[in-house]
């Protein structure tokens, strides 16, 4: 044990000498040429003002150029450090430009019957529309009491019609769109039909797209202004009704203008068009561009499963399907998947349970970058100025009651003329830029620098190079310190103390 301990002890000192040796064979100044290095450096480097300070023999003038050049340092110091603590506040301006094209993409418009449910049907099945209520929960969160008589008759209802299906009761019970609710269509002069309509489903049930990003009406611009859709609706109040307790009190049609890539968003953004008006609808193109964290809150990584374009509406839905779906073991009909579709029972007794704990615990959010649906990075809107006037004139009621073949009552209380056109042929961009780019923040620091230090890059790399070569110097003396201490207090084992204290070995 003894022996291999002192074998230990012999390599760590071969180690130490071999060290040393190689140290010491590096060739280290003298402290003269260590005082001339640092005269040369002082009356050489483009860094200005240093040379001042050397090369004058008066004290006054050394204590003067002294106090500038430490003056100029400190400046240059606060003035950079407030640079760098603006560029990382991440800031922004918004700029605002308007481009006039020759062509311009038509949006998509989302139309719906305000009285959802065909008549007869709502008469037999009294509680669809409480039941529809609890099923679009999924797009608008609504409370819905447990103690309600809506809510006891659905338990009974739920009970005796196990396999009732309220996505084929509202295919076919509700709002449909053929030639005897679209009464005439016209899209630039070109005559257009139900056939060229998208069926959706909303909270308001049955709605119809015009200008589909699947349709092939998408793939034509416009090129004429104050000219564009123009449709003439008959809502038929006789054959489809509502609920008034549940808010459904109007008559008329409920529309929403978006891209034709987007999915349409009703709830509190549609567009009202009551009976016996003409509602002129004059629209803009507006794009908007966010930056990305963390000068914005947008995402540019976020990509949808189900949608082609990133929405917040679209990622909302999809988040709320991903939950329920966990949660359930089914995906309602209005979200996206393709999971198995919820029945009613699921609905009443799970989804709508899972919906309410998805907004207590914020599973769903959206708007900042963190949250689960942040702003989309680039996005297409189009805001509309309304206009109403009461529609048909006395004279058109004339000829509109006996081209239909209806008494002038009924036309006034189901007809709705919608007119959708670009007011002028250009559209506005809206983008959010980096206020101080790294090329702007190093053309600032620069210019601080050579304003109060005459200072370069290449006057960093002097620095950097002068002071690198000192610091080599001390580590190397500092190293050489350590083992000369190190030696000192570990003699060899095997050399032996005289009588006069000197060591033999």
Not at 99 to 117: G, H, K, M
Not at 415 to 431: A, F, P, S
Request: charged fraction near 20%; charge should be neutral.
């Amino acid at each position: 044990m003894e022996h291999t301990e002192k074998s230990k002890a012999h390599v760590g000192e071969g180690l130490l000498q071999k060290i040393r040796l190689y140290l010491s064979e590096k060739s280290l100044p003298s402290p003269s040429d260590r005082e001339k290095l640092d005269h040369d450096f002082a009356t050489s480097t483009s860094f200005h003002g240093v040379h001042n300070v050397v090369r004058n023999r008066s004290r006054i003038r050394k204590v003067v150029w002294l106090a500038v050049v430490l003056g100029s340092v400190l400046l240059l110091v606060w003035q950079i450090y407030g640079r760098l603590i603006h560029y990382f506040t991440w800031p922004t301006t918004t700029s605002v430009e308007v481009q006039y094209v020759e062509n311009i993409e038509f949006p998509a418009v989302t139309f719906c019957n305000l009285n959802r449910f065909q008549t007869e049907a709502a008469t037999k099945f009294g509680i669809i529309f409480f039941l529809w209520h609890i099923v679009s929960k999924v797009l608008h969160l609504q409370e819905i009491s447990t103690n309600s008589t809506g809510s006891k008759e659905a338990i009974d209802f739920l009970a005796s019609h196990q396999n009732f299906s309220i996505t084929e009761f509202v295919k076919k019970k509700g709002f449909y769109l053929n030639r005897s609710t679209l009464l005439e269509c016209d899209f630039f002069g070109k005559p257009c039909g139900p056939e060229d309509f998208v069926h959706v489903f909303t909270e308001y049930g049955n709605c119809f797209t015009f200008n589909h990003g699947d349709n092939l009406q998408a793939k034509g611009k416009v090129g004429v202004s104050g000219r564009g859709l123009s449709l003439l609706f008959n809502i038929n109040q006789e054959e489809f009704t509502d609920d008034p307790t549940l808010g459904f009190v109007d008559a008329g049609i409920v529309f929403a203008i978006h891209s034709p890539v987007k999915v349409p968003q009703l709830d509190g953004l549609g567009l009202l068009s009551p009976v016996g008006t003409h509602a002129r609808v004059t629209i803009r193109q507006v794009k908007t561009v966010h930056q990305e964290y963390p000068w914005g809150e947008c995402n540019p990584h976020i990509q949808l499963q189900n949608f082609r374009t990133y929405s917040t509406c679209g990622c909302l839905k999809e988040c709320k399907a991903r939950h329920i779906e966990q949660l359930c073991g089914c995906v309602p009909f209005l979200l996206p998947g393709n999971g198995v579709e919820c029945d009613l029972q699921k609905f009443y007794n799970c989804v709508s349970p899972v919906l309410d704990h998805i907004e207590v615990k914020g599973l769903c959010t959206k708007g900042t970058h963190n949250s689960s649906c942040p702003v989309p990075c680039e996005e297409t809107e189009y805001p509309a100025t309304v206009s109403y006037s009461m529609f048909p004139s006395h004279q058109a009621l004339k000829h509109l009651s006996r081209k239909l073949n209806r008494s002038w009552d009924y036309i006034r209380e189901n007809l709705v003329n919608i007119e959708i056109n670009y007011g002028d042929l250009n559209y506005k961009i809206t983008q959010q830029q980096k206020a101080v780019s790294v090329s702007e923040l190093l053309a600032d620091v620069g210019g601080q620098l050579g304003l109060f230090c005459g200072a370069s890059v290449i006057t960093i790399i002097e620095i950097t190079e002068y002071i690198f070569t000192n610091v080599y110097w001390l580590c190397i003396l500092f190293l050489l310190k350590i083992l000369d201490m190190t030696q000192g207090t570990s003699p060899p084992q095997n050399c032996l103390g005289n009588k006069n204290g000197i060591e033999e070995c």
